[in-house]
Structure formats: C-alpha cells, structure tokens
C-alpha cells in the first residue's frame, strides 16, 4: 500500500491505495466520485473521462500514484453556482439518454472547447471519437457541444 | 426514485427531460455505484473452450487463496435450490410439438459449450484477491470440436451439442401456406432468390451489466441492485433460476445505462450474487468488466434469410418465401427462439399485398454464447430481408424500385387488412408516408446528385426502405400503474415498464399533463418496487409509451372523476356541474370568473383531500403496427472504400406523438444502432469457437460524425388499438435504417457486381468489390 495525494474538483484527497489502483478506482472507490463511469477496460469508451492539470484523460488509463499533487476536476466538480453551459446544451439539444456516458462525454467537451473556442461539427466529431454513446445516435451530442461553445463565446464577450 | 441533492439553484434552465438533472451533474446512481459495508465481491471462472467435457476440477487452491470466502459450483448452486436459466415457452414445431428447450446451467456440470460460459464463482474480500484466487483453478477438460455457428453446426458430420438434439436442430418453426405459395412461383414471370445474413452482434449498453445482493438475516430478505427492463419479469426469472421465492427478492433498479432488450431477466452472476450473500450473510457485489461481458451477454441477431419472391409480368408481387436459419447459440436462453419464430415471420409480407407468403425457421444450436433479444428482436432483420429481397427482384427483372414498392403496397382502402399468414393490421397509409420521405429526399434530384459525385470520382448511391413491425403485445394481461397524491400535491405514478434512457418519467408526465392539466415538474415515474400488485409488461418490442400510457391515461380520468366530486364540495354544487375543458375547471352555469387551473384547484384542496387522490390505471394494449419509409444516400471514396452517410431521411408514422424530441432522440438512436451492423459491428468466432472481438479493440462501434444529420418527420395516423393511440418508436430506427443503408449501399455497388454483398460494408469488404471490376 501507499499513499496517493490528489486535488480533486478543489479539494485536497489523500487515500491508502494499492500501487496498482488506477485514477478511476481512486475517484470512485477512494474519494466516493461516482460520476465518473467505467464502461469498459481497454481505454475505447471514454465513460471514465476527467481533466488533469487542464487536459482531459481517460481515468482507467493512469495510475492513482502517478498523479501526487495533480489537479483533477470530475463532472461533479464542473457547475459552480449554476450549470456549466455544456451541461445546459446537454439537456437542451437532448444530447443524453441513459446518461452513462455522459459525464465523460461533457468532460471531453469542455476541454474540446476550451482548446478550440470555435469548433466545426467535424471537428468535434473528431474531439469526440474516443467517447462512445449507445443511445443517442451523437447528432443531438455534436449539437450540444457546438451551441455550448457558441454560448461560452458570447458568455466570454459579454 | 433517484433524488439529487444539490445547492445550486438550477430554476433557470430549461430541460428536456425531467431525469436530466442527476445525470449531467454525475449524480445518476448506476448499480456499481451502490456499496455496502463490508461487501464481498464475486469473481466468475469461465469456460476458455468452446466446447469441452470437464474431466475434473481442483478448487482446493483457489479456496485456501488469501481473502476467499466461499468457492461456488454447479454443486453449490443445486444444493441452494438454484435451476437452469430461463427461457421463453417452446416454440410450436412444425411436426406439432413443443420444442425440447436445453436450457444454460448457472454453472457448468459436465460440459462446457462456449468461450466464457461461467464455471464456478470465487467469492472474496476484494475484487483482486477473488481474481487472484481464481488463476489457482485446476480444471482438466478434454477439449472437443466446436461449431462456431449455426452453418458448422448444420454441417454432415458436425459434433452434436445436445442429446436431444439431432443435427443440433433446437425446434423448426413454420407460417404461412407452403402449397400456395408452390402454386403462385408455378405461374410467376420473374422470380428472384437472394441470401440475407444479419451477422452476430453484441449489443453493448454502455453500462457493463453488474449486480450488487444484500442479505438480511433476520428478515430473511434479499435486495437486489441490478440493471433491469422492469422489476417484475427480473423478479420472476431471478425466482426461477435461484430458487429464491419471488416474495423473498427486493430488486432495486434506479439509474439504468442503456438495455436494449439485454437486461429482461436474470443471468448466471445474478444467481451466483444472490446465492452467495443469503449463504453468507453479507452484500456480495459483481460488476462485468467489458471483456467479461462481451463473453456472457446475450448476443444479438446471427439470422440468416434465404428470401424467394414471385412477380407476375408487371412486377405485382405473387409470393415471398423465407427459409431461416436461427442461431440460437449453445443453449435456449430468452427470447432467440420467440426471435426465430414469431418476431421473423408476423410482418414478413412486409407493407406490400402479398397473395401468398411461408416462413419455415430452423434454430440451430452453436457453440457460441445464447443469443436474445436486441434492438427490435428479429423485426429489423425481417425488414431488412423484404426490402433487400424486393429491391434486388426489382433491379433484376428491370422493375424501378419505387415504383413497384408503390403498387405493391396495401392501399390504404384496404384496411384492416389481414396479411396471407394471418396478422391483421390496423391502418397504415404507406404511399403517404413514402411520398413525404422521397420529397423530404429531394428523391427528384438524386440523378444529379450522383453525375456530381461521379465527377468528383465518388460512387454514390440512393436507397429507400419502406417497413412496417409488429410492436411488442405484452404477456402480461394489462398494463397498469398506480397514480397516488401526496398531500403537498406531487403525483406519484408506479408502472411496471423500467426506464434505461428512453425517458418514461419526461413522456408520461406529458400525458398527465394533457389529460389533467397538472404540470410536468409535479409528476414523478418509478418503476414498480417489490411487493406491488400491479401487473404490466417491462420495457420492450416498443411498447412502453402506449401500454403504460394508455394505462395512465386511464388513471388520469379516474383521478378527473376524484378532483370533480371534491371540487363539488368546495364550491357546493353538484358534480355535473364541475367541468374540466382545454385544462380549465369551472363550474357550468356559474359566475363568469375564468376557469381554475388544475394546480389552483389542488391548491384549493386540503392537504388531506390530496393524499386521498390515488387511482389503479389499467388498460389492454397488444401489438401496433409502426411503419415508416427511410431514404438514404451514400458515397462510397473507391480509393479507400469508405463509406460516408450524405443523406439520411427518417419519415416514421408511429400514431400519436407525445414528446417530438424522444421521438427524434429514439429514431437517431435506433438508426445508428442500425448503422454499427450496418458498417462495421459484427461478432466474429474463429473455427475453434474463440471469440476473436474480444473488446472495443476488435469490435468496432459507431462514433461521432458516422451520422452527421438527420431529416426527421413523423406522420400521425393513429390508431385504435390502444387508448393512447400511439404506436411506439423504440425500434422503428434500427428497423427502418438497415433495409436503407443497405439497398444504398447496393445501388452504388450493383454496376461493380457486388448487389449480394453482405453487411457489414466494412472499407475494405467494399474497397475489394470496387477493385474487381476495375
């Protein structure tokens, strides 16, 4: 066993893991994060995506001990005081059905925006290949994530 | 109910749904996210071969392992009262007997007959030590030939899987009248036969299947937490297959990621889970990791259709004829031999007048993992074996394909209409629904749409589909749900139908909505706990929106009834007198005061009076008939052969809308379903019976931007069959997409002689028909 130092959405997280434990089972298991989701276990899915020192990464695909004195920001950590505007387009262009692989959908988005303020629908399709979505078909999620970075344009100017 | 929590004030945002909240702040409360103190998790030790006899097993090290609790196999599960896994009823064979069902132990005895099927389970503090405990197993087995499907196992000579079984033949199954249709090929003008394969799917929700048990002693009860369709029909099946009294399981369902027909009823590691924690006294949890689970869920589709059709001189249709061949996979779990049987043959005329149609279907045992239902069970790939069949007969005999679907199709003076092997249909309007699509299309301008692409040396091609299905009837008697007030005025309804995406809680508050006026965020769905005594049917065959709807809507008038008689009382005049129009309450021949709406008359109302509001709603809705037409153009790039969706036109006629945007959310959802088999999903064996597409590295999924838009219409004819007047959308996608995709897909490769191709249109399947006739 050894110890894993994390801030996680802001707050300081020091657990017992096993060297093996990965960044999701430290959120999930450790921290009680369990907006992060685990939807399969060779790095396709994306379910498990979170932002690690402003970079989104797939959190079955880290080790809990290579991340001391990292920064990680889960969905549950994205509104503060109100909605993030991705998760407002979300709901808005019904870019969600069963939910599952939303979280990591909008978590991938959001840096998606955040290094490309202006997206084309193809680029994020491309920003979103590594995120997979059983329900809704992606038309209403690539949707979703073009208003949101529009809103957050008109947001950043006002 | 799942309830969020939260200190943000979010009254500002408009959602689509009611369920959104929780899921886009990571509050959902999926079944892997429900701990218990103490809980112990449950490892399952698999088949590696595909069919073997186990010679002999040594556990002795696996249970003396660090951290193991208990070692469980088919003794085990035998000597706590745990039977096979369930199936649906035999299938009717054509010799007139029920078919010999050879139903999946819940763990191995002698034989093992696919890659992955569950030996013994291993239970243990932590997940690792009951992983680690397992690499100790000691088994012998005596590895025999596999049939890696249903035509291997068809094969002379092939090993046999069961006893009882000759030639690995499960049932044969037949429709139809085979001399008439004999009658009509003997005086066709043009007959056409074509092969059809839908290929072996997984159907991947995205939540792997998990299942947490927790025993208490002294009540002797067991809570289950577990993916589900509905409570019920998990309730009874796990009863079946564990030996637990239904009366003894509490099955908890809260968030659900995704079912598709997968999640309808119990598995192995559900009995293994509730075995384990009533021995041991202590919560027992297993999550399937998705390799694990791509070897033990229920696979989807392995159909093959060989279609012949007879037209006369014009191109009337005479008789179509299908002889099937079911890969029901090694043993009858569910519904692959309902799939095989009813689902394949009830539409199998399709939307056209047919003088005369036969099905005969073989289910043939394989060794491979049980197939089930998914995404429409059997209804997309009889839509896509018609359309596929008439547009080849068409292309063949020199017939244009819209044209002949035109006249062929059941004119709406026709109905109700009874098909030549016996299902009736309501009212459909398919000329009506066609001409839409084709305009919605820009149909008129596809020639110059393709001299285009040619140009720009694309291969461009055009299909149209045009489909009608069978919604699911239900096995339950009736759908009811139980709509009760609580004093503050919030409306709380218990169906039996289970939600895992489609949004049940969003569209049947609309319906209360309209029918009683109250308002959508005062109205919450859950999906029936145990110890209800309300029949229904789960989620599935589409049914969900029209039969707990119609249900609702029963309720609502009930509810009407209840608030009249006490809103008489407030304002002292008789019941007659209270009326209730266009969402308004007044009272007739009363002051000229504008009417009460429903939230100020339960305002109105002492709190007692509201909780006093409750009501059983029930109604009888079986099968409906959703059609639609879909028109889809592609591009096929020859130097690579990929294949790019430029166009995609959905016009779906699914009676009543409720909520336009699910309906839209359902369709995009069920096309690009459509789209993975399609393209690129398929399940691949290799000849030892070994699952090659192990995981999302060999088995391909669609992604973001395979579809980039969609024109989406609905056309609301309606229908009497049920009180709602809906015909349901939940498979009409898929259903109507891969007839569509397909003969798109056709007309680009038809002039290159590759109009018999199979899906699915991988790149390089398509790249090598292109470089053939180069």
Redesign the interface.
């Known amino acids: 066993m050894t110890t894993a130092s994390i801030t996680v959405n802001g707050q300081l997280q020091t657990h017992e893991v096993?060297s093996?434990t990965l960044l999701v089972e430290f959120l999930?298991d450790h921290c009680q994060?369990?907006?992060?989701?685990?939807?399969?276990?060779?790095s396709?899915?994306g379910?498990c995506t979170v932002i690690v020192n402003g970079d989104s990464i797939k959190a079955c695909t880290v080790l809990a001990v290579q991340l001391e004195g990292a920064h990680v920001t889960?969905?549950?950590g994205?509104?503060k005081?109100?909605?993030h505007p991705v998760?407002?387009a979300?709901?808005?262009?019904?870019a969600?059905?069963?939910?599952?692989?939303?979280?990591g959908m909008?978590m991938s988005s959001v840096d998606l925006i955040a290094k490309n303020p202006n997206p084309s629908?193809?680029e994020?399709?491309?920003g979103?290949?590594g995120?997979?979505?059983?329900?809704?078909?992606?038309?209403?999620?690539?949707e979703a994530v073009h208003e949101a970075a529009q809103a957050m344009r008109v947001g950043s100017r006002a | 109910m799942n309830t969020t929590t939260t200190a943000?004030?979010?009254a500002?945002?408009?959602?689509?749904?009611t369920?959104?909240?929780?899921?886009?702040?990571?509050?959902?409360?999926?079944t892997?996210?429900q701990h218990y103190p103490g809980e112990l998790h449950l490892f399952v030790i698999r088949s590696q071969y595909a069919h073997a006899r186990i010679k002999s097993m040594d556990l002795s090290a696996v249970e003396s392992a660090p951290g193991v609790r208990w070692v469980m196999t088919a003794k085990d599960i035998e000597a706590h009262g745990g039977k096979d896994l369930p199936s649906a009823p035999p299938v009717m064979t054509t010799s007139g007997k029920p078919q010999e069902l050879n139903k999946m132990p819940v763990l191995a005895r002698e034989w093992v007959r696919f890659v992955g099927q569950p030996i013994a389970f291993v239970v243990a503090n932590t997940y690792?030590q009951a992983q680690d405990a397992a690499e100790k197993a000691q088994i012998d087995f005596e590895e025999l030939e596999a049939c890696k499907n249903a035509d291997a196992a068809k094969l002379p000579g092939a090993i046999q899987l069961h006893a009882s079984a000759r030639g690995n033949v499960s049932a044969d199954f037949q429709s139809g009248d085979l001399a008439a249709v004999q009658a009509q090929f003997a005086k066709a003008h043009h007959v056409s036969a074509l092969t059809i394969r839908s290929q072996r799917l997984f159907g991947?929700?995205?939540?792997?299947r998990a299942v947490v048990a927790h025993h208490d002693p002294v009540t002797q009860r067991t809570r289950l937490h577990t993916p589900s369709q509905g409570l019920l029909s998990m309730q009874a099946y796990l009863a079946q297959c564990s030996g637990v009294p239904e009366q003894d399981i509490d099955i908890v369902t809260q968030?659900?990621?995704?079912s598709?027909g997968l999640r309808t009823g119990a598995y192995s590691e559900h009995v293994g889970v509730v075995i384990a924690a009533r021995h041991l006294g202590v919560a027992v949890k297993w999550?399937g990791?998705?390799?694990e689970v791509f070897l033990s869920d229920w696979h989807a589709r392995a159909l093959t259709l060989n279609g012949t059709i007879a037209l006369d001189r014009e191109g009337y249709i005479l008789a179509i004829r299908f002889e099937d061949r079911v890969d029901v996979g090694a043993y009858n779990c569910y519904m692959s031999s309902f799939i095989g049987s009813r689902n394949l043959s009830v539409t199998m005329g399709g939307v056209y007048r047919v003088p005369a149609l036969y099905m005969h279907s073989e289910m043939v045992y394989s060794n491979t993992v049980p197939t089930s239902a998914y995404r429409g069970a059997g209804r997309p790939d009889i839509a896509y074996s018609i359309e596929r069949l008439v547009d080849f007969a068409c292309h063949e005999h020199g017939f244009d394909p819209i044209k002949t679907r035109r006249k062929n199709f059941i004119p709406v003076s026709a109905f109700p209409y009874k098909t030549a092997n016996g299902t009736g249909y309501d009212l459909c309007d398919f000329d009506q629904v066609m001409t839409l699509a084709l305009k919605l299309a820009d149909h008129a301008h596809y020639p110059e749409r393709k001299a285009a692409a040619s140009q720009a040396g694309k291969v461009r091609g055009l299909g149209v589909s045009t489909y009608v299905e069978a919604s699911g009837a239900g096995t339950a008697q009736m759908d009811q749900v139980l709509g009760q007030m609580s004093e503050e005025g919030v409306l709380t309804i218990q169906g039996v139908t289970g939600p895992?995406?489609?949004?049940h809680q969003t569209s049947f508050a609309k319906i209360v909505h309209t029918e009683l006026g109250m308002l959508e965020k005062d109205i919450r769905y859950g999906s029936a706990q145990t110890g209800t005594s309300l029949q229904g049917n789960g989620t599935g065959g589409s049914r969900s929106l029209y039969g707990a709807g119609s249900a609702i809507k029963n309720m609502c008038a009930q509810l009407k009834e209840k608030i009249t008689t006490l809103l008489a009382t407030h304002w002292s005049c008789s019941p007659q007198a209270v009326k209730f129009e266009q969402g308004s309450w007044h009272q007739a021949g009363g002051s000229d005061q504008p009417g009460l709406s429903t939230t100020d008359v339960l305002a109105l109302l002492t709190p007692k009076e509201r909780s006093s509001l409750s009501a059983t709603g029930e109604a009888k809705s079986g099968s409906t008939f959703p059609n639609g037409c879909h028109v889809v153009e592609i591009e096929i790039d020859p130097e690579t052969g990929e294949t790019a969706i430029v166009n995609y036109t959905a016009v779906d006629e699914l009676g009543r809308v409720i909520s336009p945007?699910?309906v839209?959310?359902q369709v995009?959802?069920?096309?690009?379903?459509g789209l993975g088999q399609a393209f690129m999903e398929q399940v691949v064996y290799d000849d030892q019976g070994q699952l090659i597409t192990g995981?999302?590295?060999d088995y391909a999924?669609?992604?973001?931007?395979?579809?980039?838009?969609?024109n989406n219409a609905t056309v609301e004819l309606g229908t009497e069959l049920n009180l709602l007047g809906a015909k349901g959308v939940g498979e009409s996608?898929c259903t109507g997409s891969l007839p569509a995709l397909a003969n798109a897909m056709m007309e680009a490769l038809r002039p290159f002689g590759a109009d018999r191709m199979d899906m699915p249109f991988t790149p390089e399947k398509v790249w090598r028909a292109l470089q053939a006739q180069s």
């Open positions: 096993e093996r999930r994060l369990t907006g992060t989701h685990v939807g399969c276990d060779t396709q899915c379910c889960t969905i549950e994205l509104s005081g109100d909605l998760q407002k979300f709901t808005q262009c019904h969600l059905q069963c939910g599952f692989c939303t979280p909008i629908k193809d994020i399709a491309q979103l290949e995120n997979f979505c059983r329900c809704t078909g992606y038309v209403n999620i690539v | 943000v004030d979010f500002q945002t408009t959602f689509s749904r369920e959104d909240l929780r899921l886009i702040l990571g509050q959902g409360h999926f892997a996210d690792h991947v929700p995205m939540e792997p968030d659900v990621g995704g598709f999550v990791t998705r390799s895992s995406g489609q949004g945007h699910l839209r959310g995009h959802g069920g096309v690009v379903q995981s999302f590295m999924m669609p992604r973001a931007g395979d579809l980039k838009a969609m996608g």
